[in-house]
Structures are given as C-alpha cells and as structure tokens.
C-alpha cells in the first residue's frame, strides 16, 4: 500500500507539471492555477510558505531558480510596500518582475497613487528598479540599482515634491535627449563652421593658419600703424608751419590794409588839396570850394558815371546850391580823370 500511494503521489505531480507545463515545481513551488492573457500562459504559483504569485515562463534553470529565490528574499524583507499582486518572469539571463503595491506610505506621502502600473523590478547580478511615476501629467521615470527600501522611497517622495526638477536631474531619458540634443547643435556648428572655412579637413590646421594670419595681420597693423604715426608727425610739422605761414600772412594784411587806407585817407586829402589849388580867379586868387558841395558833386558822378558837367550844375543848381562849370570840371578832372 506504501508503495502504491507513493506512486501515486509521484504520477500526481507529473500530472500537474504536464499539465502546466514548466518545471518550476522541481524548485519547492506549486502551481494553483493558469490563464491566458494576451496569447501567454500565467501560471499561479506558491512557495512553501504559502505566499503566491503569477509566474511566466518555462523551461526555468537552475541559475534562474536562484535568481529567483534571491528576488524573493529580498521582497520578503520589504517594510513600506504592502504586495497586492507580484508578477515574476522569465528573460534570458534575469528575472523581471512587477509588483502591484497595495500600499505605500513613506514620510506622510501615499506614493500608491502616483503608480498606475505599478513597479517594475529585475534581478541578474544584483536587484535593480526601472519603473515610472504618474506626477499630475508628468511621468517621472526612475531607474537605478536598489540598495535599500529606504532609498527608493526617498527618491520617489523627491520626485513627487519637485518632478520637473527631478527629471532635469535623474531622468537618465531627459539627460541622454538633452545630451544628444546639444551634440547635435554642436554638430550643426562644426559643419557651419566648416562650411565657412571652405571645408577644411584638419581643424587643428586650420587653426594654425588663422593664428598665422592674426599675427600677419597684426604685424602688417603694426607696421600700417607706424607708418600713419610718422605721416600724422609729419602732416602735424607741416600743419604748424603752414600755421605759422597763415599768421604770417595776415599780420602782413592787417599791415598792408593798414597802409592801402592810410594811402586812400591821404589820396582823398591830396584831392582835395588839388581841387582847393585848382579853384583860383581871374588873377590867381584861391578861391576855395566848400568841401561838401565837393562831396556832393563827387556822389552824384559815382552814382551816374555818364552825368555831364552841364548836367551836374543843374542837379546842384536845382537842389539851390550854387557852383559853376569850372568848378565841376576841376572836380571831375581830378576825382575821375578818365572820364573827362
């Protein structure tokens, strides 16, 4: 009877392994139950403890058993978050898993909230995070190696107080876009850069040539410089020379005019001297003029250079000053005599 009922135990669980089919069982874990979901097998499993979870996979090795009891060791020792469902599989050389907290309270802040799809962990060398946050609508991605429960959850209550600085600072994502976005701009201003220098192929050549160049220009400035210095030198000598000519000139004016007037003041007493010696009567007696008929007479030929000297009687005549031709024919012998 022994022997039938051990037989029977045996046939019993090669039955359930057949029927599931994986071999998860050869581990210390049973399965309960299995569905379908989305075309794959989700095998209900329980550990010796009674604690079950959704296993997916088959074919399970003895490294991946490991892994795998290693990954439940270190979700047994968890504190804050409270297991609603675990979901464990299968993929290559690791084991993944997502955990469906049923609570999660750190610091005062209920972190169950901001994750809609729960938390997604893997374990290979060692238990690593890779999971996203829903922060009113942002998605805040944290991913790094769990060192404690602790740590995580301070992260993430980090992440909830300030998410957009958060993602600027850990989102490995935003950094790598930000990264690669200024390579790129860094990339467009080379080939600017290259474009503008007609393509050169060597960039530390090119450099050489335009350090070249700076410095010929800045010779040649140099040079260009002290030549204008030594022109401005000269053109300042030429300028106060000339200067000194002007003001020789015009002290030489001021004294020439000085003269042309004194000679125009004695030309007019010398003719009117004349016109005094030229007035005498009928045995050389003087007869002197009075000087502003002179003037009178003198005025009204520079005002009509074709007024005659019967004319000019008349004029003064008829302004009731009395003067005779003689008279105006001295004055304009001698105040026009290139017209008389």
């Known amino acids: 009877m022994k022997k039938t009922a051990l037989l029977l135990l045996v046939l019993l669980t090669l039955l359930i392994t057949n029927a599931f089919g994986i071999d998860i069982t050869q581990y ?3 399965v309960i139950d299995s569905f379908e979901e989305q075309d794959t097998t989700v095998y209900v499993v329980e550990d010796q403890a009674g604690n079950r979870f959704e296993f997916i996979g088959s074919d399970i090795t003895a490294r991946q058993a490991g892994l795998l009891m290693n990954l439940r060791k270190e979700f047994e020792g968890l504190e804050f978050i409270k297991i609603k469902s675990l979901r464990i599989g299968l993929a290559d050389s690791r084991i993944e898993s997502i955990i469906i907290p049923e609570s999660f309270t750190y610091m005062g802040t209920d972190l169950t909230q901001y994750l809609p799809s729960g938390m997604q962990f893997y374990y290979e060398n060692y238990l690593e995070y890779d999971f996203r946050m829903l922060i009113g609508k942002l998605f ?3 991913k790094g190696q769990f060192f404690s429960e602790v740590a995580l959850a301070e992260r993430m209550v980090e992440a909830v107080a300030d998410p957009v600085r958060f993602i ?3 989102d490995p994502e935003y950094i790598i876009k930000k990264l690669v976005a200024v390579d790129e701009t860094l990339e467009r201003l080379k080939a600017a850069d290259f474009e503008t220098q007609g393509k050169i192929a060597a960039k530390e050549q090119a ?3 335009i350090v070249g160049q700076l410095k010929a220009a800045d010779t040649e400035a140099r040079e260009k410089n002290s030549a204008l210095e030594q022109d401005l030198a000269e053109l300042t000598e030429d300028y106060e020379q000339l200067k000194a000519a002007h003001d020789a000139l015009k002290s030489n004016y001021d004294d020439l005019k000085t003269s042309h007037d004194s000679l125009e003041t004695e030309v007019a007493r010398l003719k009117s001297s004349t016109v ?3 007035s005498h009567g009928a045995f050389g007696k003087i007869k002197e003029m009075d000087p502003a008929m002179v003037d009178k007479v003198v005025s ?3 005002a009509d250079p074709s007024l005659s000297i ?3 009687v008349g004029a003064m005549k008829a302004e009731g000053t009395k003067i005779s031709k003689d008279q105006v024919y001295i004055i304009f ?8």
Do not use: I, N
């Not at 012998?333 to 008389?340: A, K, L, N, R, Y």
């Open 28 to 30: 210390g874990y049973k």
């Open 140 to 142: 805040v991605r944290l």
């Open 168 to 170: 600027q600072t850990h």
């Open 207 to 209: 450099a050489l040539e």
């Open 276 to 278: 005094l010696v030229s």
């Open 300 to 302: 009204m030929k520079q």
């Open 310 to 312: 019967d004319a000019a």
């Open 333 to 340: 012998t001698v105040f026009f005599p290139e017209g008389e």
